[in-house]
């Protein structure tokens, strides 16, 4: 119980101090409640899975622009394959994240490459911790994007894909200057589902590779303010 001559005390200190003293209370009791964040535990057998997984990915990739008809370097015939760049595979970057859906998904325009504007459908996005800057663990948010009628027969074939790109500290610098994106997959019912997020697999658009083709120019708020040294480096240098 308090004193009653503290409780006079009280009534007569100066207004400054007791500004003060509940400023002091409100920022130590914020501070108590705040979760530290931190980056998700990976076991040894589940980094070398994730090592694996990538390795057999760029293993995909790789024969697919060395051979595929429709690769880039089999269309155009102006440029060479001579092997993608990749930062090292790093499980860190490997998260797991529902969509956050929008309650209004709004239609907005994004801009192509070559100027031309397009109507994408800005649906939801995702959130993963990974090592930010200094390698403090950092939330970050990407964007999920879904195409709209005004894509025609793509929206027709993949109207529930999850579309993401992004731009980061390292874009124009260590990474291809337009930004990356990232394939996320089909739209999942179970609201509960959670999504992979596998940074290590962040890839140029073919825009990267070849001036026959124009791509999605990320926006501003697809900005993750961290440098990502993860996924696909430039492919000319």
């Not at 589940?46 to 057999?56: A, G, K, T, W």
């Not at 990915?57 to 024969?63: E, F, G, K, L, N």
């Not at 089999?74 to 499980?91: A, E």
């Not at 939330?139 to 879904?146: G, T």
Request: hydrophobic share 35%; with cysteine.
């Amino acid at each position: 119980m308090t004193h009653p001559e503290s409780i006079t005390a009280m009534i007569h200190r100066p207004v400054a101090n007791l500004f003060w003293g509940s400023a002091l209370a409100v920022a130590l009791l914020s501070s108590c409640s705040r979760t530290p964040i931190a980056l998700p535990a990976i076991s040894a057998s589940d980094s070398i899975l994730i090592v694996q997984d990538n390795l057999h990915h760029r293993a995909t990739v790789d024969s697919f622009f060395r051979s595929d008809p429709g690769s880039p370097f089999h269309r155009d015939s102006t440029i060479t394959y001579h092997g993608l760049n990749w930062f090292p595979i790093d499980p860190r970057y490997r998260g797991l994240s529902v969509l956050h859906r929008y309650a209004n998904p709004e239609t907005v325009i994004v801009m192509g490459t070559r100027g031309e504007e397009r109507r994408q459908l800005r649906y939801g996005y995702f959130e993963i911790i990974v090592p930010g800057n200094d390698s403090t663990p950092t939330m970050i948010r990407l964007n999920a994007y879904k195409f709209t009628p005004h894509d025609g027969q793509r929206y027709v074939l993949f109207r529930d894909n999850l579309s993401v790109w992004f731009t980061d500290r390292t874009t124009g610098r260590e990474t291809y200057h337009v930004g990356r994106y990232l394939e996320i997959g089909n739209e999942q019912a179970d609201t509960t589902h959670r999504y992979t997020i596998d940074l290590n697999k962040a890839f140029n658009p073919y825009c990267a590779y070849s001036s026959m083709y124009s791509c999605a120019v990320p926006r501003e708020e697809d900005h993750v303010p961290v440098a990502l040294r993860v996924g696909e480096k430039p492919y000319h240098d």
